[in-house]
């Protein structure tokens, strides 16, 4: 059995290129060239230099760069705090954690929580009711069990797996918005807002850089999210890679520009282990208790924010391509998808057309 997780790999700088773990980024400016730049600092100016930090939470190594802000490490200081406050709240796996706490008193009480906190279970809910139960918040049993990207990830028994799933159903959440508690009906269910969580993170922290008047910033978490705050430092939009699911990291199937927007990647290879000759991957189906099994790759959701980016990622990815192409088309202008198949085509919503520009040999564009 072979087990795999990339969630803790490094940035690295190359040639003026940021290589992050699902999308490439590029910061240069002025002069030639795909990425508006032939090299050197972002922005072409030695004020461009970013000054970023490292965080963790949430099990995902987030990465923040802010360029040319005066006030640059006291946003990153307050940031910190911030993060450190939400994982204290959100995390299913600390102790002390107020999800902790709904989770441990499942079937017995309900818990008062913060408002950040009811906040991501209400939205998590409404996404399970929007996507009639792909998305589920209460898939934590199953996650628990395949514990897949640790070590000893195995496919569990059908008694176990049966169980788990019997746990799973979303409408057995109670809200009570007058006294903010949450309660879960039945004794064993578990919350998982990992399927969310990070990308409420991200867009906490893009809304206070935003609102403390940063023009020009990143916020990675882990890679698979990406936020990218304004243009680049002289007014150019980003130009972010999509990653090539069957290569190493910074290698890109293609590449897009993006200003004060969020692209999100959910995809098989990130996590996930092999078992007699079978693999399987993070990306759990609560219908079934199992991986999801379609012909996608990966889906990379484009939105305005890393919240319902986070989300419609992952049950998306489980609709499949068809379904899927046809449900993002029914949400609006704000939203759009690329599809990757394991045939190696790159399916694109409508208003993608003539902005992504395809730089494999190996993938084909079907328009």
Request: proline content about 3%; some cysteine; charged content about 25%.
């Amino acid at each position: 059995m072979m087990t795999k997780t990339n969630g803790l790999q490094k940035l690295a700088v190359v040639c003026g290129f940021i290589f992050l773990l699902t999308v490439v980024l590029s910061g240069c400016g002025g002069g030639s060239g795909k990425d508006g730049g032939s090299g050197g600092k972002a922005g072409g100016q030695s004020a461009s230099e970013p000054v970023s930090r490292q965080y963790y939470i949430f099990d995902t190594v987030v990465n923040i760069k802010l360029f040319e802000d005066p006030k640059a490490e006291e946003h990153l200081n307050h940031i910190d705090t911030m993060l450190k406050t939400l994982d204290e709240e959100l995390s299913r796996t600390l102790e002390t954690s107020q999800l902790y706490d709904v989770n441990k008193e499942a079937g017995k009480k309900a818990v008062q929580v913060s408002e950040d906190t009811f906040d991501v279970v209400k939205r998590s809910l409404d996404y399970a009711v929007e996507s009639k139960g792909l998305f589920d918040p209460t898939v934590g049993g199953l996650v628990d069990l395949w514990n897949i990207g640790h070590e000893g990830a195995h496919v569990p028994d059908k008694a176990h797996l049966e169980k788990e799933k019997s746990l799973v159903g979303y409408k057995d959440v109670v809200l009570d918005e007058s006294k903010r508690t949450v309660y879960l009906k039945r004794p064993g269910m578990i919350l998982d807002l990992g399927g969310i969580g990070k990308g409420y993170a991200a867009d906490r922290v893009a809304d206070y850089l935003r609102g403390e008047g940063v023009k020009s910033g990143l916020v990675d978490l882990g890679g698979s999210s990406i936020i990218v705050i304004g243009s680049k430092p002289n007014g150019e939009k980003w130009n972010v890679g999509l990653q090539d699911p069957d290569q190493t990291r910074g290698i890109s199937v293609g590449v897009i520009q993006l200003a004060d927007q969020v692209i999100d990647t959910s995809g098989i290879y990130e996590r996930y282990f092999v078992e007699n000759g079978v693999m399987y991957h993070h990306i759990l189906d609560p219908r079934s208790g199992y991986p999801s099994q379609n012909d996608l790759k990966s889906v990379t959701i484009l939105a305005d924010n890393a919240t319902d980016a986070d989300a419609l990622s992952t049950y998306v990815y489980i609709m499949g391509k068809d379904e899927g192409l046809k449900y993002i088309e029914s949400l609006g202008d704000n939203i759009e998808a690329m599809f990757i198949t394991k045939d190696d085509k790159i399916y694109i919503t409508p208003g993608l057309k003539g902005k992504f520009q395809v730089d494999s040999d190996e993938y084909q564009l079907m328009e």
